[in-house]
């Protein structure tokens, strides 16, 4: 796999010689993203420095009925940066200029390439913060934010990625550049900035995006709720949401996860609990007092063995850290591990969860969790060996009937991480043969040849490919559903 001599050097004369590569090694580097259990080798890799030179790599790219894709830093969990047979790949990481700062209208604009958690600790002195807070906020970039609509332990009250974007700059298949949105919330027309928001890089290349900002609160209380079954935690979860309080974050953590970060990070969590809840509050200094009492009240009563407050904000830093890099810590315990994303509704959770339970055992694997449980967010991570066949199989068929279960108690495929190349086959699970043609038929709006990272995230079913005529959006609940995704609301 390499570029054509006469591509390389039109690329290259575009980037420089330096930022066109297709040597073995670099190939190899870009196989696959964080779902490691997906890989292909790309044709080549490109490296524009800027959105000019972007959009005419794109029509040399597109001129040439070649595939290619964005890939931010190939984090994501679905395999939507994974290429397909023949695939360039444009790497965002030179695109990362903050392109202006506006305290009073409270945005930022930055290149695609901005590593989440930079635009936070750029803004942070001023008083702001930027909200959507993946776990993965310290290698993400927001170009792959905006692509799968991410979301983070701080989106339970405050909305996901699109509820914190304004605007786009964007680079269509063919090379055109259209912007989307603008510097101000509700920009007549259709909505296009929601619906690239979330479309899996595959209607658009995004080359600027514009970040509302949002102060920071006055006070934040973390709380530790320390519990002896997952079943109680997971009911703690409905009461605190039943009560109307809406803590900033809440997430569960069970014992096989809580045993990895404390091999790691050592945060001080109990090794004898079964799970563990952190229950994040924010408001002005002098509301928050009532509400964490009343939290804690709530955790108590419904089988917490202690609620721990952390005293100051070194300790809600290590709280956060562990459940930041739990996933990262599972590496102690685990050569690999697969991580699943289904979203339910918050009262499914205790019966899903030891249904979850069943299916590892039933597979013969360990499976943890920790994962945002105010949003019905479910992250099982799957152990596995990579090395071992037979539990790679095993562990491709425990994730499907994780998935499956999801759906059958009225959930969704995907809470953040979008579905990519691995769930594309359940798509149909979900939705109607007319919901797919009718989503396929939009994207073609954007991307007619599907150039642009083809065969993700929507399957085509009985489509040979050709252009058909769109058909009626169907009223019934998956197309809720998939409103409700995009709009950031668990189902
Ligand atoms: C340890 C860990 C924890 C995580 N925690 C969370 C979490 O809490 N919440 C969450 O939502 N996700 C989480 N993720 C998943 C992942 O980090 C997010 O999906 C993230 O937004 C991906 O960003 P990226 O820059 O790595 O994108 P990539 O993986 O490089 O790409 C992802 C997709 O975005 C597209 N894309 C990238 N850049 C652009 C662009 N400029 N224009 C158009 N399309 C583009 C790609 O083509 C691909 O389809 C986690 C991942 C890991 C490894």
């Given at each position: 796999?390499?570029?054509?001599?006469?591509?390389?050097?039109?690329?290259?004369?575009?980037?420089?010689?330096?930022?066109?590569?297709?040597?073995?090694?670099?190939?190899?580097?870009?196989?696959?993203?964080?779902?490691?259990?997906?890989?292909?080798?790309?044709?080549?890799?490109?490296?524009?420095?800027?959105?000019?030179?972007?959009?005419?790599?794109?029509?040399?790219?597109?001129?040439?009925?070649?595939?290619?894709?964005?890939?931010?830093?190939?984090?994501?969990?679905?395999?939507?940066?994974?290429?397909?047979?023949?695939?360039?790949i444009i790497e965002m990481d030179r695109l990362k200029e903050i392109h202006d700062?506006?305290?009073?209208?409270?945005?930022?604009?930055?290149?695609?390439?901005?590593?989440?958690?930079?635009?936070?600790?750029?803004?942070?002195?001023?008083?702001?913060?930027?909200?959507?807070?993946?776990?993965?906020?310290?290698?993400?970039?927001?170009?792959?934010?905006?692509?799968?609509?991410?979301?983070?332990?701080?989106?339970?009250?405050?909305?996901?990625?699109?509820?914190?974007?304004?605007?786009?700059?964007?680079?269509?298949?063919?090379?055109?550049?259209?912007?989307?949105?603008?510097?101000?919330?509700?920009?007549?027309?259709?909505?296009?900035?929601?619906?690239?928001?979330?479309?899996?890089?595959?209607?658009?290349?995004?080359?600027?995006?514009?970040?509302?900002?949002?102060?920071?609160?006055?006070?934040?209380?973390?709380?530790?709720?320390?519990?002896?079954?997952?079943?109680?935690?997971?009911?703690?979860?409905?009461?605190?949401?039943?009560?109307?309080?809406?803590?900033?974050?809440?997430?569960?953590?069970?014992?096989?996860?809580?045993?990895?970060?404390?091999?790691?990070?050592?945060?001080?969590?109990?090794?004898?609990?079964?799970?563990?809840?952190?229950?994040?509050?924010?408001?002005?200094?002098?509301?928050?007092g009532n509400d964490a009492a009343k939290v804690e009240e709530l955790l108590m009563?419904?089988?917490?063995?202690?609620?721990?407050?952390?005293?100051?904000?070194?300790?809600?830093?290590?709280?956060?850290?562990?459940?930041?890099?739990?996933?990262?810590?599972?590496?102690?315990?685990?050569?690999?591990?697969?991580?699943?994303?289904?979203?339910?509704?918050?009262?499914?959770?205790?019966?899903?969860?030891?249904?979850?339970?069943?299916?590892?055992?039933?597979?013969?694997?360990?499976?943890?969790?920790?994962?945002?449980?105010?949003?019905?967010?479910?992250?099982?991570?799957?152990?596995?060996?990579?090395?071992?066949?037979?539990?790679?199989?095993?562990?491709?068929?425990?994730?499907?009937?994780?998935?499956?279960?999801?759906?059958?108690?009225?959930?969704?495929?995907?809470?953040?991480?979008?579905?990519?190349?691995?769930?594309?086959?359940?798509?149909?699970?979900?939705?109607?043969?007319?919901?797919?043609?009718?989503?396929?038929?939009?994207?073609?709006?954007?991307?007619?040849?599907?150039?642009?990272?083809?065969?993700?995230?929507?399957?085509?079913?009985?489509?040979?490919?050709?252009?058909?005529?769109?058909?009626?959006?169907?009223?019934?609940?998956?197309?809720?559903?998939?409103?409700?995704?995009?709009?950031?609301?668990?189902?």
């Open positions: 796999m390499a570029f054509a001599p006469r591509i390389r050097e039109e690329l290259t004369q575009i980037c420089g010689s330096k930022w066109v590569k297709d040597d073995e090694v670099t190939l190899y580097t870009y196989r696959s993203d964080g779902l490691t259990l997906y890989t292909k080798l790309p044709m080549g890799i490109v490296y524009p420095a800027n959105s000019e030179e972007l959009v005419r790599v794109v029509k040399v790219l597109y001129r040439e009925k070649l595939t290619f894709l964005a890939r931010g830093a190939g984090t994501g969990l679905s395999g939507g940066a994974v290429p397909q047979e023949d695939t360039v700062i506006d305290y009073i209208n409270r945005t930022i604009t930055v290149g695609p390439g901005v590593v989440n958690l930079r635009i936070s600790e750029k803004v942070r002195p001023n008083g702001y913060h930027f909200v959507p807070d993946p776990s993965s906020q310290k290698a993400c970039t927001i170009g792959g934010n905006v692509a799968e609509n991410s979301g983070g332990p701080h989106t339970l009250k405050y909305g996901v990625t699109v509820n914190h974007v304004l605007g786009m700059e964007v680079v269509l298949p063919d090379g055109e550049l259209i912007q989307v949105g603008g510097d101000f919330h509700n920009q007549p027309g259709p909505d296009l900035l929601g619906l690239i928001n979330g479309s899996e890089g595959t209607f658009g290349i995004v080359t600027k995006v514009v970040c509302r900002l949002t102060p920071n609160p006055e006070k934040a209380v973390t709380l530790l709720g320390i519990f002896d079954s997952v079943r109680c935690a997971c009911d703690a979860v409905s009461a605190v949401i039943r009560s109307g309080t809406v803590p900033a974050a809440l997430e569960l953590i069970d014992k096989t996860v809580i045993y990895a970060v404390e091999q790691t990070l050592k945060p001080g969590f109990p090794q004898d609990a079964e799970a563990v809840l952190i229950v994040e509050l924010e408001d002005l200094i002098d509301g928050i009563q419904n089988g917490a063995q202690k609620v721990e407050r952390a005293k100051d904000d070194a300790e809600r830093a290590r709280i956060w850290r562990a459940r930041k890099e739990s996933f990262g810590a599972i590496g102690r315990i685990s050569p690999s591990y697969y991580v699943q994303d289904g979203v339910i509704p918050r009262s499914k959770l205790p019966e899903v969860i030891e249904q979850v339970e069943a299916i590892g055992k039933k597979y013969n694997l360990t499976v943890a969790n920790v994962f945002h449980a105010g949003d019905g967010n479910l992250h099982p991570l799957i152990l596995y060996n990579y090395k071992d066949a037979d539990e790679v199989e095993r562990t491709h068929h425990a994730g499907e009937e994780i998935l499956k279960v999801c759906l059958s108690c009225g959930g969704a495929l995907s809470g953040e991480h979008g579905i990519g190349l691995e769930k594309r086959k359940l798509m149909t699970d979900l939705y109607s043969e007319n919901d797919l043609e009718n989503m396929n038929w939009v994207r073609e709006c954007f991307n007619p040849e599907s150039l642009l990272n083809p065969s993700k995230a929507i399957p085509t079913p009985g489509r040979c490919g050709e252009s058909k005529r769109p058909v009626h959006i169907s009223d019934d609940i998956a197309a809720s559903k998939m409103v409700a995704r995009k709009s950031g609301v668990a189902v």
